[in-house]
């Protein structure tokens, strides 16, 4: 059994949502048949699908049949870019910032090994990118612009809609990694303009392992996963019914409630702010103003993410940081390095994340306990 815990790190994951977990139910029970097969069992299986493709559909601004229905959002993000690179013969050129999620850098990292031309497009010290920039590099062989609606680590906003603008009078793909953005903010793909966006069940309250890609009629996708042609063929495999009803579930709740939910995220995030920035030597990371309701990201001068962390966690409470260790060596949010924020201060960086089931007693408890964590810390540096 999991201790209690002060639970700010809704960037990483949201707790399922009770109304999520009744109607995954039956599809775990009486509804489990395959829904490819035409007899009852598979017709209730193929009902919920149909059923929460419409609700993501209807979430997202797309049609059902623009819904492509994944085993998460990194899928998702590869079958975007993959299935894009696969279906040209001419254009190479692939265009992101370096602030992007793993899933998308790694992937562009994949294809630039089998030939294709991967370019980073600056950003500015808030995680912005510029429109001017993206234009500038835009080639005739230019394939693909990479750049996600909202970034996990400072929640920075990106201005999605005006480069897939450029984009499209330039017959160039625009993709969107949107999983931070559903359910934070009004996300329609039809007004940002973009050619494909990824989604994720388990940031809004729904189950892990589900996820979707918007493809719209018109864009080539190559899949990459072939075998019954499910999906309408852009992604084969036995569709997982309890995740995806679970999925369309979460969509429809969150989107009910974004007239309501984000101002009370957004009350809990400045009150976090206001403190810990009166606090000597700590610093907002991302933008200002154009970031999700949600999201904190602050560095502290002359402490370790990661030291932090262990001791709120010790105080049962839950944060992130954007540094990742590998091979046992801390290395500073490579998202940051991006952003030219220097590693004195990257190093310090720390996430809190607000979500459906934050309280005010959740902000007192960080507001408590990490202002002496860090005077201790930094005293052991004297």
Not at 72 to 91: F, H, M, P, V, Y
Not at 184 to 203: C, P, Q, T, W
Request: charged share 25%; proline share 5%; hydrophobic share 40%.
């Amino acid at each position: 059994m999991v201790k209690h815990v002060h639970y700010l790190d809704y960037a990483a994951t949201a707790p399922i949502l009770p109304d999520v977990r009744e109607a995954m139910l039956p599809y775990l029970d009486d509804r489990w048949g395959n829904p490819s097969s035409i007899y009852a069992a598979g017709r209730e299986a193929r009902k919920g699908i149909d059923e929460a493709r419409e609700k993501l559909a209807l979430a997202i601004g797309a049609t059902p049949e623009e819904i492509v229905f994944t085993g998460g959002g990194t899928e998702a993000d590869n079958l975007a870019i993959t299935g894009a690179a696969w279906g040209s013969e001419k254009r190479k050129h692939i265009l992101l910032p370096k602030l992007e999620h793993h899933a998308v850098l790694d992937t562009c990292e994949w294809l630039a090994k089998i030939g294709f031309d991967v370019e980073f497009i600056p950003v500015d010290a808030t995680g912005l990118v510029s429109p001017d920039d993206v234009a500038s590099r835009l080639r005739d062989d230019t394939l693909i612009v990479c750049l996600m609606l909202a970034n996990n680590e400072i929640g920075t906003i990106e201005p999605v809609a005006e480069i897939a603008a450029l984009c499209r009078d330039r017959g160039v793909i625009t993709f969107s990694d949107a999983v931070q953005a559903l359910g934070k903010i009004h996300v329609d793909v039809k007004a940002l303009g973009v050619d494909l966006a990824a989604f994720s069940a388990h940031k809004i309250g729904g189950p892990k392992g589900t996820g979707a890609l918007y493809v719209p009629r018109g864009v080539r996708l190559v899949p990459h996963t072939h075998g019954g042609g499910q999906e309408r063929g852009r992604r084969s495999g036995t569709e997982n019914p309890a995740g995806i009803v679970g999925f369309g579930t979460a969509a429809e709740i969150v989107g009910n409630e974004l007239e309501s939910e984000p101002l009370r995220w957004t009350n809990h995030r400045d009150r976090l702010r206001d403190a810990l920035l009166a606090l000597p030597d700590v610093r907002l990371n991302g933008h200002p103003t154009k970031r999700l309701p949600h999201n904190l990201n602050v560095s502290v001068k002359g402490v370790v993410g990661e030291d932090v962390l262990l001791m709120l966690d010790a105080k049962g409470i839950a944060a992130s940081t954007g540094s990742a260790c590998q091979s046992g060596s801390v290395e500073p949010s490579y998202v940051l390095a991006a952003c030219g924020i220097e590693r004195r201060w990257a190093e310090g960086a720390l996430r809190f994340t607000v979500g459906r089931r934050t309280t005010d007693a959740d902000v007192d408890a960080v507001l408590t306990e990490l202002p002496p964590i860090i005077e201790r810390l930094r005293s052991y540096k004297r």
